[in-house]
C-alpha cells in the first residue's frame, strides 16, 4: 500500500518464497521452494515426477529484512547482492528443489 513489498522475487509463480526476520540472531531467512516440474501431482497425495530447476532468480529486500551479505543454505556459499536505495537486490544462479538464504547484518 504506497511502498513496495518487504520481500518479492524475479522468479517463475511455481517458486515460494517465505522471508521472515530472526530478531535474535539479528539475521533475515528467505525459504525458497521449486514446484516446477514434470509430471506435475494430480490430486491429495500424489507426487511430482521430476523437478525442473530454474536459473537467474532474484530477491528484492526492504528494510528491516535487507542486511550486508547474503549466503545459500545449506553450504554457506556468498550470493552477489547489490543494495541501492535502501533495499536489497540478491542474485541466485540455480534453484533445484530449495535453498534458505541467510541475509546477515555483516
Not at 522471508?19 to 533475515?28: I, Q, T, V
Not at 542486511?67 to 540478491?90: C, D, F, N, W, Y
Request: hydrophobic share 40%; aromatic share 4%.
Amino acid at each position: 500500500a504506497g511502498s513496495p513489498p518487504p520481500v518479492s522475487a524475479q522468479a517463475p509463480e511455481t517458486v515460494e518464497v517465505t522471508a521472515w526476520r530472526d530478531e535474535k540472531n539479528k539475521r533475515a531467512i528467505v525459504h525458497l521452494v521449486n514446484r516446477t516440474g514434470a509430471g506435475l501431482a494430480q490430486g491429495e497425495g500424489s507426487m511430482m515426477h521430476e523437478v525442473i530447476p530454474v536459473h537467474d532468480l532474484r530477491l528484492f529486500l526492504a528494510a528491516p529484512l535487507a542486511g550486508a551479505t547474503a549466503r545459500i543454505q545449506p553450504g554457506g556459499g556468498i550470493l552477489k547482492s547489490v543494495h541501492e536505495s535502501g533495499r536489497m537486490t540478491v542474485f541466485i544462479d540455480r534453484l533445484e528443489i530449495w535453498d534458505v538464504v541467510e541475509i546477515s547484518e555483516r
